[in-house]
């Protein structure tokens, strides 16, 4: 259950209208509606004294958000990860040419993009290891903020075994195209 069906259930339970919430809280109704509607969550000092005045813990209050607000942060880390890892490899890759035609000294600013694109992926990796997230399809759901179905450790391993493979030869083929790519246009 999330913080808005919390304090619309807790404020009809201790018989309250949410004007007569707002005053107790030091709001106004239009922010005890707003909380409800889930338009806006409460600052700390009014989650205190909603606790207090449902006669409830604060986990108990906020329970349900906190796991939610946990994926959320957790999914956009593998968002931004991800970003990053591809903005630092088209930037790589950006610099090669120079490398051979300009000056060698482009070298640096490849080695650094490519020590990014790296931590960026080591990044996501870490997080899926965290949240127990390998296959594609766990990633997708996880990132969408879905419910992950639990899978056969079997299959699960087939599955893993079979995703490794298609990244190496997927790996292997674009990072030979680029390769042979800017080798024959430069």
Do not use: C
Not at 11 to 29: D, F, G, P
Not at 39 to 45: A, G, I, N, R
């Amino acid at each position: 259950m999330n913080i808005s069906e919390q304090i619309r259930m807790n404020r009809k339970k201790i018989r309250s209208s949410q004007e007569e919430l707002a005053e107790r809280v030091y709001v106004s109704r239009q922010t005890i509606s707003s909380w409800e509607n889930g338009k806006s969550y409460p600052d700390l000092h009014s989650l205190l004294l909603l606790s207090e005045i449902f006669s409830i813990s604060l986990d108990e209050l906020i329970k349900g958000d906190v796991e939610e607000m946990k994926e959320k942060v957790v999914s956009e880390k593998m968002k931004w990860g991800s970003y990053a890892m591809i903005l630092f490899f088209v930037l790589m890759v950006s610099m090669m040419p120079f490398v051979k035609r300009v000056s060698v000294y482009f070298m640096v600013p490849l080695v650094i993009f490519a020590l990014l694109m790296i931590a960026s992926s080591l990044l996501v990796e870490r997080e899926k290891k965290i949240h127990q997230v390998e296959t594609y399809e766990e990633i997708l759901e996880f990132m969408e903020g879905r419910k992950m179905d639990p899978m056969d450790p079997v299959e699960r391993k087939k599955r893993l075994r079979k995703e490794t493979v298609y990244k190496v030869l997927g790996g292997l083929l674009v990072g030979g195209g680029s390769a042979a790519l800017i080798l024959w246009i430069f």
